[in-house]
């Protein structure tokens, strides 16, 4: 690869076009909700969700010490659920966030393959996932799996803006450094995921991103 990189996330298709695959991708991720929901309010509680509702059954305080002590877990998810527990403590509602949750991953992904992968028509790549075994679980978990896929595009779709677009944006840089420190603070595995991104950019040759990426990353790690 050479140290110019086309930036793929120049519209490729016409505005018509575009609406089009918009209301394609936005049925599909009505379609994961119609799939994801009812079966939310049917499964039944098993022991890991339990810890889940017990983490964030009390105070702010109790959320921080029972990831530490007990959950051996970031504590970003658990506030989230915490939060949305304070409009109402039923199960069924707190399952719905992990739903909610995992159709954004499914518009975040499609926003990501736009740029990374321009000339294919993204309900293609939204359709297995939003069907997919995992996903459906997930979505459906009171765990911070969901978390996961949505932290992945977002770091995806943040990296070829900031990195490797021929005009990288500043700004995107930024926001790729907020979500990297955002995932590590939800899921600890998601960290293996930033090594992969310096690699593509040695890779692709692309050597004042690196210098960039590098130093970003070394302030986040002080974060």
Same mark, same amino acid.
């Given at each position: 690869?050479?140290?110019?990189?086309?930036?793929?996330?120049?519209?490729?298709?016409?505005?018509?076009?575009?609406?089009?695959?918009? $209301?394609?991708?936005?049925?599909?991720?009505?379609?994961?909700?119609?799939?994801?929901?009812?079966?939310?309010?049917?499964?039944?509680?098993?022991?890991?969700?339990?810890?889940?509702?017990?983490?964030? =059954?009390?105070?702010?305080?109790?959320?921080?010490?029972?990831?530490?002590?007990?959950?051996?877990?970031?504590?970003?998810?658990?506030?989230?659920? /915490? *939060?949305?527990?304070?409009?109402?403590?039923?199960?069924?509602?707190?399952?719905?966030?992990? =739903?909610?949750?995992?159709?954004?991953?499914? /518009?975040?992904?499609?926003?990501?393959?736009? $740029?990374?992968?321009?000339?294919?028509?993204?309900?293609?790549?939204?359709?297995?996932?939003?069907?997919?075994?995992?996903?459906?679980?997930? *979505?459906?978990?009171? $765990?911070?799996?969901? #978390?996961?896929?949505?932290?992945?595009?977002?770091?995806?779709?943040?990296?070829?803006?900031?990195? #490797?677009?021929?005009?990288?944006?500043?700004?995107?840089?930024?926001?790729?450094?907020?979500?990297?420190?955002?995932? #590590?603070?939800?899921?600890?595995?998601?960290?293996?995921?930033?090594?992969?991104?310096?690699?593509?950019?040695?890779?692709?040759?692309? /050597?004042?991103?690196?210098?960039?990426?590098? *130093?970003? #990353?070394?302030?986040? =790690?002080?974060?």
């Amino acid at each position: 690869m050479t140290e110019a990189v086309a930036d793929s996330s120049v519209a490729h298709l016409d505005p018509v076009s575009r609406k089009r695959e918009h $209301r394609v991708v936005l049925a599909i991720i009505a379609g994961h909700l119609l799939l994801a929901l009812p079966l939310g309010f049917t499964l039944n509680i098993w022991v890991d969700e339990y810890y889940t509702l017990e983490t964030t =059954s009390k105070g702010l305080l109790f959320v921080f010490e029972h990831c530490r002590d007990f959950q051996l877990a970031p504590p970003l998810y658990y506030l989230l659920v /915490w *939060s949305w527990r304070q409009i109402d403590d039923s199960y069924l509602l707190v399952r719905s966030l992990s =739903s909610i949750i995992s159709a954004s991953s499914l /518009w975040f992904v499609h926003l990501a393959a736009r $740029r990374w992968f321009p000339k294919l028509p993204t309900p293609w790549i939204i359709l297995p996932l939003a069907v997919n075994p995992w996903v459906v679980y997930a *979505s459906t978990e009171i $765990r911070p799996y969901c #978390m996961v896929p949505f932290w992945s595009a977002a770091l995806l779709y943040f990296f070829h803006g900031g990195f #490797m677009a021929e005009s990288p944006r500043r700004y995107e840089r930024w926001l790729f450094t907020a979500s990297a420190v955002l995932a #590590m603070y939800t899921f600890y595995y998601l960290g293996f995921f930033l090594p992969g991104f310096a690699l593509v950019l040695v890779l692709a040759r692309r /050597w004042r991103p690196l210098r960039d990426y590098v *130093s970003l #990353m070394a302030l986040a =790690s002080l974060l």
